[in-house]
């Protein structure tokens, strides 16, 4: 069992920073490829970014590629998500995620989500 509790969102101008955290709690942490995902009202949750269980491997969402990074320490049971040049199309709510495949994208636990707006 895996618990995720994300943090950092808020309000950002057009061009800004934000870096986004999310702390994991059981002992299974280092297992689990994590990965952020985020939604828009009335669309469907979509992939961002992801990052191997040993940290060795990350992938993008073109839309975020060369802005966004994921990272993680083990050590700490943190994965964070620095986003930087942000515009106001990344106004949404991000998420969490602990997948069980990097291939398939399947995901075993959700974090409940923090909202990011960025004004123009």
């Known amino acids: 069992q895996v618990q995720l509790v994300e943090s950092g969102g808020g309000s950002v101008q057009a061009g800004g920073s934000l870096r986004l955290s999310c702390a994991a709690s059981?002992?299974?942490?280092?297992?689990?490829?994590m990965g952020w995902f985020r939604q828009a009202p009335g669309k469907e949750r979509e992939f961002v970014a992801v990052?191997?269980?040993?940290?060795?491997?990350?992938y993008y969402a073109d839309s975020v590629k060369g802005r966004f990074t994921i990272s993680r320490d083990n050590t700490k049971n943190t994965v964070s998500l620095q986003m930087n040049s942000l515009n106001t199309v990344d106004t949404v709510v991000y998420y969490c995620?602990?997948?069980?495949?990097?291939?398939?994208?399947?995901?075993?636990?959700w974090g409940h989500g923090t909202q990011v707006a960025v004004t123009s």
């Open positions: 995620a602990a997948l069980a495949s990097f291939t398939t994208m399947r995901v075993d636990y």
């Open positions: 059981g002992r299974t942490f280092s297992r689990y490829h």
């Open positions: 990052i191997t269980w040993s940290g060795g491997v990350t």
